[in-house]
């Protein structure tokens, strides 16, 4: 399975941005997936920032709540991650992430995911 991660950038804080991660494989039933997005800053540690199950039911960290917005479209194996007023220490590397669950689990740590693509950095200036 190959996840596809894009749409990162260097914006101003404030801005908005949109990132996208794409799931290349045939065959692939997307639907029996739920899917994350983690973030790496410089320095730091890899963090949870948002997951989407099956049902489309998000979760989000404590510090991107009311700011981001993950969404899926299953038809095209896509999932998306909306920033808006977009911080300085939104700055990082952003990674998706996908794990075949039951349908009422969301998963939202690392160890719990199998599946990951490669990063899209995001730099936003102050």
């Known amino acids: 399975v190959q996840l596809q991660a894009s749409g990162g950038g260097s914006v101003q804080a404030g801005d908005s941005l949109r990132v996208s991660c794409v799931c290349a494989a045939s065959g692939w039933t997307f639907n029996r997936y739920s899917m994350g997005w983690f973030r790496q800053g410089p320095g730091k540690e890899r963090e949870f920032v948002a997951a989407v199950g099956r049902s489309g039911t998000t979760i989000y960290a404590d510090s991107v709540k009311g700011r981001f917005t993950v969404s899926r479209d299953n038809d095209k194996k896509t999932m998306y991650l909306q920033m808006n007023n977009l911080k300085p220490e939104d700055t990082a590397v952003y990674y998706c992430?996908?794990?075949?669950?039951?349908?009422?689990?969301?998963?939202?740590?690392?160890?719990?995911?199998?599946?990951w693509g490669q990063g899209t950095q995001v730099t936003v200036s102050s």
């Open positions: 992430a996908a794990k075949s669950t039951i349908l009422s689990h969301i998963p939202r740590t690392r160890d719990e995911y199998n599946l």
